[in-house]
């Protein structure tokens, strides 16, 4: 398993990289791990879904400038 660290750090990646299809990025690694039979990998994007949903509920209403 990652360090918490690394967890926000990927999720904060995956947020930048992916924008508002970030949920669907996350579920599409967990579907593919699932069919893997990667508990292991489950659990990481897992832990790192539930980051990117507290970045999200953080985030303001409207873009940075």
């Known amino acids: 398993m990652l360090s918490d660290w690394e967890l926000w ?3 904060n990646h ?3 990289a992916h924008g508002d ?3 669907l990025h ?3 690694q967990i ?3 699932a069919l ?3 508990e292991a990998g489950i ?3 897992q832990a790192i879904a539930e980051r ?3 970045l999200s509920s953080n985030a303001p209403d409207r873009p940075l400038q």
Do not use: N
């Open 9 to 11: 750090a990927c999720a």
């Open 14 to 16: 995956v947020l930048r």
């Open 21 to 23: 299809k970030a949920p």
């Open 26 to 28: 996350v579920a599409e």
């Open 31 to 33: 579907g593919a791990l």
């Open 36 to 38: 893997a039979g990667d």
């Open 43 to 45: 659990r990481t994007w």
């Open 52 to 54: 990117i949903g507290q």
